[in-house]
């Protein structure tokens, strides 16, 4: 990792130096070396570039509004995060020619909460280096395994390959191999098989805790809308009192239903929300279903196909056989 | 605020005998906006239509909720009503409380309080409704016909009589379809031959008519008086205007080995062929997969041969784009192949045909120059079965459950037909039902059985068995519960008639509907046969049932009485009820561009004002000459930019609302 961000560097002081780009979206650390977040740099404070196992948020989503400035934004994609980059290139929500996308490799990125549960508390910063991570704590240094405190999403990673770059920091066959071989449908499969009283026990269950933050609208690429429907004060839902508590659930489930066929499983809205609540299993059970009812597809692949809800071919099943799949009554 | 009128029909005991229609217009008295309600026994009557102008009057009613039909039905008329009263036709709304009410309740309560909800939403959504003015477009005077058989030709005849232009597209190296097919045609018994080919040669001579042979349609775009159409012109690989039609070529091409499809596959046609003596245009096509020069590079004779220097291999398909004011489906259908019915030993054994083969067989132009011979040893057949409604009528998968309609017929003319050249044969026929509503139908089946002698046993057959080179027919007698083994020499399939393989992918193109079994779908069953539900789609002939000779002239003609109409105007007065965008709220995503099933999308970079920041963006405009309204962008639309006139989204969810109060 140390080698990696050496690299980077001198590959983005190259690019700005020449002019490539005039600035540059990097990571920030807050209070806490886990809590990163993505931020703009120019070539005065680029010594603050760093690049680790706490860097999983997707940048796609800042190009939205960088890519409508002056000038061109470097911007370092991991492998995962393409995908949601050429959904928005697609999408003509990012100026795909004032973007210089740099692709840069990821071995998985990491989860705090799990290093916590593991006893490490405490932490100053880290040191991730393949197998193992060591981590320095106010307690002292601390090891655990990579494997043990991946993200979930990480576990069912999409592969080392990038889907969209301008230039790759290293090739994509050089890159670290990414953990691999978990069914990302396990869950989706364990909630279809519950009866509808179960099913809907678990999700007032898990969707009764959110507090509306909107983090995971704020942090999805698929969530690009200029004025989200829930912020139109002339859709007749924006900042409505809600009749009973479920009715605030239902923002998820129409949120869900917004990014289908669109979203490309970044796993973002997970990742971001306070509350724990798995959103990204309602996106993976829509990704399941397109990909029954119409074949395989990944959303944001590339920047031109047509996802299978917004197109008609004959093969299409007919509209009883999605009702069938619903599930019983 | 609007000042709203309900008023709740009875259709005579069509609605009032499930819903009590006062206890409706009751309920709606205290709705927001509702100032005068009432119910009468037939809205739709000049007296009703009179009370709903008179209350707009004397109530100074800003808009109309009737209670009544299906919108198809009846909108058109009360929209003229409100209109004609000083209401903008859009401040009607219709709550329809007979198919989705009265008609699918038995019990009165339940109906009630249904029709009563319906009504509600009707309000709700009156209430936000606002007056629309309908555009004009323009129409183009030209008709497309979708298929050369009799349907296709008797409307192409039609509209060209009354001084349009009409184009025929047919897939088919020739016009004429499976009437030039048949040998005679009941219950006349005059020739098929005789009374088309004239039809056809008046086809082709007309000025009017522009035949496309051996062409299909390609693609197609626009609306009603406006369709873009792409035809593809396959290759014949004869130049049509140097070609003088003498035959030379397929005398001397030595591919002789294909089967013949205009002879049922009974017998063999050459590389480069002409379907028939008869064919309109009579230029013949080369069968790439048979001819020997495409195959090997080699040959050529017929080239040498063509002293009009008519054939030219490099010849290409040819795309041609033009427009249509009217489209005219006439795709008529093809006989089911019974493979599925193992049971007949269709696919084992030559001796069993279809009724369409045995017409070949009888034909004087057929295979065996109308001599009546088996095709497995070329003997007269002593005795021959005919088993009716087979594919037709059934439960199972293999089977269609609708009747095909004309097998009774012909199959009483086959056997009347053999009786009357071959005495001496046997002629069997086993039914479910003998049908034959038609004029002079039933006395032809009569005469079949009673003057001709034809054994007619009510019951279906079993099995066919081939032993030494004859057949043996088990069936059942169901009228004196016998169980029989019959000998055969020949068994005759009436086999079900199915819509041509083009018509579903046709369908989509054209936006036009199909049924489970691929007919067409008419606009209304009774009311309006020969009109597609999308606007400047008619339907002609099989495509859109099964039909006999006379009812499909009779429905080509009427066809083209539609689209007469529809050419005669000057202008059509466009559906204002279609999509727009707000320009603020589109993310100029696409997204509703790709799902345009009429291409009336389309991006424009443009400034926009968005409270106070005036910047370029990339956005969506709606062509509202091209939208037809079917809301497919609003659904799709991320953002909720896309909205749908007459059927905005916070009416719809008014009207929701007021369902689920």
Redesign the interface.
């Known amino acids: 990792m140390r080698e990696i961000n050496e690299m980077l560097k001198k590959k983005v002081s190259e690019l700005l130096e020449n002019g490539t780009a005039d600035r540059i979206i990097g990571w920030q650390a807050g209070e806490f070396c886990y809590d990163v977040t993505p931020a703009v740099m120019r070539k005065d404070n680029l010594d603050e570039l760093f690049y680790n196992g706490f860097c999983g948020a997707n940048q796609s989503k800042y190009l939205i509004q960088e890519s409508l400035e002056e000038g061109k934004v470097l911007a370092l994609l991991k492998p995962c995060d393409t995908y949601s980059f050429n959904q928005l290139v697609k999408e003509h929500r990012v100026n795909r020619e004032k973007v210089y996308a740099l692709g840069i490799p990821c071995s998985g990125m990491l989860d705090v909460d799990k290093i916590k549960a593991l006893g490490i508390t405490g932490i100053l910063s880290i040191e991730d280096n393949g197998e193992e991570i060591k981590v320095a704590t106010m307690y002292g240094d601390k090891t655990c395994k990579r494997t043990e405190v991946l993200q979930e999403r990480c576990k069912v990673c999409k592969g080392k390959e990038h889907k969209a770059y301008d230039e790759l920091l290293i090739p994509d066959e050089d890159a670290p191999e990414v953990p691999n071989g978990e069914d990302r449908f396990e869950l989706v499969n364990k909630l279809e098989a519950m009866t509808s009283q179960e099913r809907f026990d678990f999700w007032r269950g898990e969707l009764s805790k959110c507090i509306r933050c909107n983090a995971c609208r704020n942090v999805c690429p698929a969530c690009s809308c200029r004025t989200c429907v829930f912020d139109n004060d002339n859709s007749g839902v924006a900042a409505k009192s809600n009749a009973d508590d479920f009715e605030e659930n239902m923002f998820h489930i129409i949120r869900a239903f917004h990014v289908a066929g669109r979203c490309t499983d970044c796993g973002e809205c997970s990742r971001v929300c306070p509350q724990h609540i798995p959103l990204h299993l309602l996106n993976r059970k829509f990704i399941k279903d397109i990909d029954e009812f119409y074949g395989e597809f990944q959303a944001g692949e590339d920047d031109t196909a047509k996802g299978p809800l917004t197109a008609y071919t004959e093969g299409d099943c007919e509209p009883s056989i999605v009702m069938e799949k619903g599930g019983e009554a | 605020m609007q000042k709203i009128g309900v008023f709740v029909c009875w259709c005579g005991s069509n609605i009032a005998a499930t819903v009590d229609v006062a206890a409706v217009a009751e309920a709606v008295k205290g709705e927001p906006g509702v100032v005068f309600a009432t119910d009468y026994q037939y809205m739709c009557s000049e007296g009703g239509q009179s009370l709903i102008k008179e209350t707009i009057k004397e109530q100074g009613l800003t808009g109309v909720v009737i209670c009544s039909c299906s919108p198809r039905m009846h909108e058109a008329t009360f929209r003229k009503t409100v209109e004609a009263a000083g209401i903008n036709p859009y401040m009607l709304e219709i709550a329809n409380i007979r198919e989705q009410c009265s008609w699918i309740h038995k019990n009165k309560e339940e109906g009630t309080e249904k029709a009563i909800i319906l009504a509600k939403a009707a309000v709700a959504k009156l209430n936000l409704n606002t007056p629309l003015i309908a555009g004009e477009s323009r129409v183009v005077k030209r008709a497309l016909v979708i298929g050369g058989g009799i349907a296709g030709i008797q409307t192409a005849l039609d509209i060209a009589e009354a001084g349009y232009e009409v184009d025929i597209v047919e897939k088919q190296p020739t016009i004429g379809g499976k009437m030039t097919q048949i040998d005679k045609t009941f219950p006349t018994l005059d020739c098929a031959a005789c009374i088309l080919t004239p039809k056809m040669v008046d086809a082709a001579q007309s000025e009017k008519i522009n035949i496309y042979s051996y062409s299909e349609v390609e693609k197609v775009s626009g609306f009603v008086g406006n369709f873009s159409v792409t035809i593809k012109k396959k290759p014949r690989y004869v130049n049509s205007d140097l070609c003088t039609g003498c035959g030379a070529c397929m005398e001397k091409c030595p591919s002789k080995k294909t089967p013949n499809e205009f002879n049922m596959g009974l017998d063999n046609r050459t590389a480069i062929y002409i379907p028939f003596a008869q064919a309109i245009p009579k230029v013949p096509v080369i069968d790439t997969a048979a001819c020997l020069h495409f195959k090997t590079g080699k040959c050529g004779i017929c080239q040498k041969t063509c002293s009009a220097n008519a054939i030219d291999f490099d010849q290409k398909e040819e795309l041609i784009t033009k427009e249509y004011g009217a489209i005219v489906v006439a795709t008529g259908f093809n006989p089911l192949k019974p493979t599925k019915f193992d049971e007949y030993q269709y696919n084992q054994c030559a001796d069993v045909v279809t009724s369409l083969e045995f017409e070949r067989l009888m034909n004087a132009a057929g295979p065996t120059k109308g001599v009546l011979l088996r095709p497995s040893d070329q003997s007269h057949p002593k005795k021959i079965v005919f088993v009716q409604c087979v594919g037709s009528r059934g439960q199972s998968c293999r089977d269609h459950s609708y009747c095909s309609k004309i097998c009774c017929m012909y199959t009483a003319k086959h056997a009347m037909l053999v009786r009357d050249k071959y005495p001496d044969t046997d002629v069997t026929v086993f039914y479910i039902d003998v049908r034959t509503p038609g004029k002079n139908f039933d006395e032809f089946y009569r005469r079949a059985v009673e003057e001709y002698g034809v054994h007619y046993i009510k019951g279906m057959v079993g099995k066919v068995e081939q032993v030494d080179g004859s057949l043996k027919v088990q069936a059942s007698d169901l009228l004196s519960n016998d169980q029989m083994v019959l000998d055969a020499d020949m068994v005759v399939l009436a086999t079900a008639v199915e819509p041509d393989p083009t018509a ?2 046709l369908a ?1 193109m054209l936006t036009a509907s199909i049924d489970t079994n691929n007919f067409f779908t008419e606009a209304h069953p009774k009311l309006r046969p020969v009109e597609s539900p999308t606007a400047g789609v008619y339907l002609s002939g099989v495509c859109q049932g099964p039909k006999d000779i006379p009812e499909t002239v009779a429905q080509g003609s009427a066809c083209a009485a539609k689209v007469i109409g529809l050419l005669a105007k000057d202008k059509l007065l466009s559906n204002p009820c279609v999509a727009h965008s707000d320009e ?8 509703c561009a ?2 345009c099933a009429y291409g009336a999308i389309d991006y424009v970079d443009k400034e926009v004002n968005d409270h106070g920041k005036r910047e370029v963006r ?1 956005i969506a405009v709606v062509n509202e000459a091209v939208c037809q309204g079917c809301g497919a962008c609003t659904v ?1 639309c ?3 930019a896309m909205d749908l006139k007459g059927f905005a ?2 009416q719809i ?1 008014a009207e929701v609302d007021a369902i689920c109060k």
């Open positions: 579903k992918s989509t603020l709220l589109c993310n100029g995503c696409s997204t790709n799902v990339h799709t991320p953002s909720g989204n916070r969810m």
